[in-house]
């Protein structure tokens, strides 16, 4: 079965940036969408971004356009998401996700596959 590892959540002020990662334990998940989605307490797990199997296609949530920006590199069987700009009201636990389409996908329930999560926690 995949196994989806995320890493590079932590603590930082508003105004600061952060580097996820989502590594993924099989080659062939480079032939697939891949999603971040995240959940803030007391909250439902929202999308935030999506990226096509090339890296050549991808889509954001309203509420980060402009500040986050998601990448793969399918030689390190690796996603990454590139937050800037961060604000309170990113804090939330991130989950990796990946889908059997080779396109990206806004819906949650088109990930198949989720990472374990990494907190992101923003102070004001």
């Known amino acids: 079965q995949v196994q989806l590892v995320e890493s590079g959540g932590g603590l930082v002020q508003a105004g600061g940036s952060l580097r996820l990662s989502c590594a993924a334990s099989?080659?062939?998940?480079?032939?697939?969408?891949m999603g971040w989605f995240r959940q803030a307490p007391g909250k439902e797990r929202e999308f935030v971004a999506a990226i096509n199997w090339s890296g050549g296609s991808t889509g954001y949530a309203d509420s980060v356009k402009g500040r986050f920006t998601i990448s793969r590199d399918n030689a390190k069987n690796t996603v990454y998401l590139q937050m800037n700009n961060l604000n309170p009201e990113d804090t939330a636990v991130y989950y990796c996700a990946g889908t059997y389409g080779s396109s990206w996908y806004r819906h949650l329930n088109e990930y198949s596959y989720w990472g374990q999560g990494t907190q992101v926690t923003v102070s004001s």
């Open positions: 099989e080659r062939t998940r480079s032939s697939y969408g």
